[in-house]
């Protein structure tokens, strides 16, 4: 067990590709896109890499002649590694006040990657009156700092409580899956 905990967090380059793998552990990467999407040098990527396929973490296959590696779902540590990573890049609270300070907002829910919940359509839906562009480069800045997509929505109030009165599917489907987290909600 030590030498899978030291196999996992002795290397910078090593956290970066955890946090990547663990952000959508159905994904497959090989290593030049490795190191595209990490801003990493490619050999320091090949090592790395063969190092977390060492201790059980990825798995590769060669398709296409290239060699893709992705997570093997049966390591012992995956979920209190996925809860980790989770846990080190949401602060709910930075986020929140941060997408406050864009205008006045009703509601945030978080779901999706920010919470483990793999069957949400949305990864943070936001209710109020923001500027698209601030918000959007709000969004560009976290999926470089996490490298992964975020899918969101943003809406107005108007649009959210037309929605909501006539129990729009979406809608509904946010604000009432107990999975979720809502983390500001002034829509009462």
Do not use: W
Not at 102 to 113: F, Y
């Amino acid at each position: 067990m030590q030498n899978i905990l030291k196999g996992l967090l002795s290397s910078n380059t090593r956290v970066k590709l955890i946090v990547l793998f663990m952000s959508d552990i159905n994904k497959e990467f090989f290593v030049r896109e490795l190191t595209r999407v990490l801003d990493e040098q490619i050999n320091s990527i090949r090592r790395e890499v063969e190092n977390l396929k060492e201790i059980s973490l990825l798995k590769s296959r060669v398709r296409n002649r290239k060699k893709y590696y992705f997570v093997n779902k049966k390591f012992i540590l995956l979920n209190e590694l996925q809860s980790m990573v989770i846990k080190s890049r949401t602060n709910e609270e930075e986020m929140v006040k941060s997408i406050k300070k864009m205008g006045d907002v009703d509601l945030i829910v978080l779901s999706g990657r920010f919470i483990n919940h793999e069957d949400s359509s949305v990864d943070l839906f936001v209710v109020g009156d923001i500027g698209k562009e601030d918000f959007a480069s709000f969004i560009r800045d976290l999926e470089k700092r996490d490298s992964c997509e975020i899918r969101y929505t943003l809406m107005k109030r108007d649009d959210f409580e037309y929605r909501r009165n006539y129990n729009d599917k979406f809608v509904t489907g946010i604000i009432s899956d107990p999975q979720n987290l809502v983390v500001l909600d002034s829509t009462n």
